[in-house]
């Protein structure tokens, strides 16, 4: 499933487009809560995005898919978490180092911020 995010392009320069795309295990309980947050932070930037969601049901989709625990979130290509982005592939929830050096479910508001306005 995709989510297309943001005001209608403007006629002009090309506009650079963001591929945001969010893997995240079959019953994952932060994968509702990290597709808002995404969504809200990409229409306050204005950013034009594309949010693509990536369900996965077994060990061989998350090697596919790059699923490095569940939720995994990736803008064009990169990790937003870059210290997890050495794990291997696993449907296991993941937990994100936050620049205070506590560990979360979800990536902190501001780590999202500034990988989507990266």
């Excluded at 995010?5 to 506009?15: D, E, I, L």
């Excluded at 995005?49 to 995994?72: H, I, K, N, W």
């Amino acid at each position: 499933m995709s989510d297309s995010v943001g005001p209608a392009p403007a006629p002009g320069p090309p506009v650079h487009v963001r591929r945001v795309d969010l893997v995240y295990s079959i019953g994952c309980p932060s994968s509702g809560e990290v597709h808002a947050l995404l969504r809200s932070i990409l229409l306050e930037q204005g950013a034009e995005a594309l949010l693509a969601l990536y369900e996965v049901r077994t060990q061989a989709q998350a090697e596919e898919l790059r699923l490095l625990g569940s939720p995994t979130i990736r803008v064009d290509g990169r990790d937003v978490d870059p210290g997890g982005a050495a794990s291997r592939p696993d449907l296991a929830a993941r937990g994100f180092r936050r620049p205070d050096g506590t560990l979360g479910r979800l990536p902190s508001r501001a780590q999202l911020e500034q990988a989507l306005s990266g």
